[in-house]
């Protein structure tokens, strides 16, 4: 697969040099002087586990540039749950932020690009030696036809599961590797009261990401990527099983599921009230930084059940919109978190890894050592439930059909919405 990535990675590059040549910048900054010096940041990193790591990333640009003022426009809600909704109506009405936080992949280039709402950023990715420093895998997330739309701040994991290590330890569990390990697992806490899994799906997103990773477990990573480029079908056996086996798992967590958002779930996993939870590693900020816990003592990691050598990955980005107020300031700011120093700031605090190859992994706890390391050798997969596998609408009904599932249970009916849902975004058709 390496080799694979290596010969694309050079015909890439080769087309992306050529596409900068040819690109012109017709960018200028406002005439108004009050105007210039301002930078609108549009991004869903507010309260806890989110917060931190925007901070110490806005510090290092505003330590290089203490003239421009940073209007930190964040709106809350994890995963952009109420952010999407404000940011579309902005785009529509042509008053795009300077800059906003988007995911590599479809979001990025399905959404935005193919509406013509960004501006290519070939040019600074050549000036500032980029080609090199980022893995191909993730240019190729944040490029269309051949032009790079947005910069990569990290990668996060989707598909880890966090456990209580005290818990664990108690009952002399160790973490469940595939789906009947964590059933056999899930059999024993329960008999001894402990709510084996915990949910927060509060915001429906919660629960189609615990669905990804299930789906990427009885797929397997080849025939998951595959779902998304129509070379497997909907019809398919194994995404039957997938329901079958997470409708299995939800009769494991907590009963008030639906009142919790993420942060709560892997409190209670942090807590002891809850033994395990499947949650991208934005948890460890949370776990780590906001919830005093120690890594390894408190609470310990793993691959979710079945997923071992996938890594099912979620980048967050940021662009230049076409119309922004601000583009030389929002060019300085893209530069910044390009950077191996902003990266290196920000990426330890949020649980991500750095987008960039050449990042200190020396800042990085055992976790973040560990998943560099993965995301070398794993089979990488774009997730579902952040946008990159499929377009906006696609994901929205997946979401609305995994809530009704998770409260309803019915395999057939979230079967036949699944594929009327494929069908209506034309997902696999296209390709
Ligand atoms: C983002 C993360 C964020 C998480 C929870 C994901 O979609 O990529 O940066 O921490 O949502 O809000």
Redesign the pocket.
């Known amino acids: 697969m390496r080799k694979e990535w290596s010969t694309l990675a050079l015909l890439f590059a080769l087309m992306l040099v050529l596409t900068a040549c040819s690109q012109s910048s017709a960018i200028s900054e406002p005439s108004d002087p009050k105007q210039a010096n301002q930078l609108e940041i549009f991004s869903?990193?507010t309260g806890a586990?989110?917060e931190a790591g925007l901070q110490a990333l806005l510090k290092v640009f505003t330590e290089k540039h203490p003239d421009i003022a940073v209007v930190n426009a964040a709106a809350a809600g994890?995963?952009?749950t109420n952010f999407k909704t404000v940011l579309a109506t902005r785009i529509q009405k042509n008053k795009p932020p300077d800059t906003f936080q988007v995911?590599g992949g479809a979001e990025l280039n399905e959404q935005w690009v193919a509406a013509g709402k960004m501006e290519p950023l070939n040019d600074l990715f050549t000036q500032q030696g980029w080609m090199d420093k980022f893995p191909a895998s993730l240019v190729q997330m944040v490029s269309k036809d051949g032009k790079i739309y947005s910069i990569p701040v990290n990668v996060?994991r989707s598909n880890v599961l966090w456990y209580n290590k005290k818990v664990f330890d108690q009952y002399g569990l160790k973490p469940p590797a595939t789906f009947d390990d964590f059933f056999k697992a899930a059999d024993t806490l329960k008999a001894k009261g402990i709510t084996p899994l915990a949910l927060g799906d509060k915001e429906p997103w919660a629960a189609t990401h615990l669905f990804e990773s299930v789906l990427a477990g009885t797929l397997g990573p080849i025939d998951y990527n595959k779902l998304w480029s129509g070379h497997v079908h909907f019809d398919d056996p194994r995404i039957k099983l997938a329901f079958d086996t997470y409708k299995k798992m939800l009769t494991y967590v907590n009963q008030d599921h639906a009142n919790h958002n993420?942060q709560d779930s892997v409190q209670m996993v942090g807590k002891g009230e809850a033994a395990m939870t499947v949650m991208?590693d934005?948890a460890k900020g949370y776990l780590s930084n906001d919830l005093e816990l120690k890594l390894n003592q408190d609470f310990g990691f793993a691959p979710a059940p079945n997923t071992k050598g996938i890594f099912i990955a979620?980048t967050?980005t940021f662009g230049l919109p076409k119309g922004a107020k601000h583009p030389l300031a929002t060019k300085k700011f893209l530069e910044v978190i390009g950077s191996a120093e902003a990266q290196d700031a920000f990426n330890p605090i949020?649980g991500?890894i750095p987008a960039r190859l050449d990042a200190d992994v020396n800042k990085y706890d055992e976790y973040g050592k560990t998943t560099i390391e993965d995301f070398k050798k794993d089979f990488i997969t774009p997730s579902l439930a952040?946008g990159s596998a499929a377009p906006q609408g696609f994901v929205a009904q997946c979401n609305q059909l995994i809530h009704t599932f998770v409260a309803q249970g019915d395999v057939p009916s979230a079967l036949t919405a699944l594929k009327q849902a494929a069908t209506a975004n034309h997902i696999g058709s296209k390709k």
Do not use: Q, Y
């Open positions: 869903w990193w586990g989110e994890g995963a952009g995911h996060h993420w991208g934005w979620v967050d949020k991500s952040h």
